[in-house]
């Protein structure tokens, strides 16, 4: 089973601190992403990773920076954490090439006070 | 403007009763996916529609994908109180290297009992 696991489930931070979220996966996919889900917004893309130290913006990247050094770990970087970042975070995971789904992760709910 | 339409936005249902849940979109696309997603919880992968005319079917839900109609239903037959979720359809879309999904609004599903 293809297992993708994100470092906390909850997580709460004050304004303007450094944060990282960390994604972990164990079935060697070249795909990365992490989303940000918002009661009425949907899934939004913030960034994604389709190859080691190569990182592309999604749809909202404005706040957020990506890390990719090995393969099977994708981290979030919230440069100064604000409140408008409360959210509920989610990393998935896929094989390269089309024809395949992205495996998520359980979530990270994040509170900036 | 690339879009995923689900509907009904919500539903609720009683048990024992059928209905379907439609997923128009706007691209050209021949990979569709369901997820489900449980409050509070990370998005499960339910069903991978991968040509046209592909059917599948798991328990009590069953997909169906139209390219030509740019349309997937989810059919629910004899719904239970444990099927309340809400669901999403995504569509695949190639970008930059790789492919990445546009998603649907969501549906929230409500079983009484």
């Known amino acids: 089973d293809v297992k993708v696991t994100q470092s906390s489930r909850y997580l709460v931070k004050r304004t303007g601190e450094k944060v990282f979220l960390e994604c972990v996966q164990d079935?060697?996919?070249?795909?990365m992403f992490w989303y940000r889900q918002d009661p009425g917004l949907g899934l939004r893309l913030i960034y994604f990773s389709y190859d080691v130290k190569m990182k592309e913006k999604g749809d909202i990247p404005e706040g957020y920076s990506v890390s990719r050094e090995k393969k099977e770990r994708f981290s979030l970087i919230l440069e100064s954490a604000s409140t408008n970042q409360t959210s509920m975070y989610l990393c998935?995971?896929?094989?390269?090439?089309?024809?395949?789904?992205?495996?998520f992760g359980p979530g990270t709910r994040l509170t900036v006070l | 403007e690339l879009k995923v339409e689900q509907n009904p936005l919500f539903l609720s249902m009683q048990e024992g009763k059928n209905y379907t849940i439609y997923c128009n979109y706007s691209t050209t696309s021949d990979r569709l996916y369901w997820y489900r997603q449980d409050p509070g919880k990370s998005l499960e992968s339910l069903f991978v529609l991968l040509s046209n005319g592909a059917v599948k079917q798991e328990g009590r839900l069953m997909a169906s994908l139209d390219t030509k109609a740019r349309l997937s239903t989810l059919h629910i037959t004899a719904a239970v109180h444990d099927l309340s979720a809400t669901y999403f359809c995504?569509?695949?879309?190639?970008?930059?290297?790789?492919?990445?999904?546009?998603f649907g609004t969501g549906t929230r599903l409500k079983v009484l009992a």
């Open positions: 079935m060697d996919h070249e795909n």
């Open positions: 998935a995971s896929r094989r390269g090439g089309s024809y395949n789904e992205q495996f």
């Open positions: 995504a569509v695949d879309i190639s970008l930059r290297g790789t492919y990445k999904y546009i």
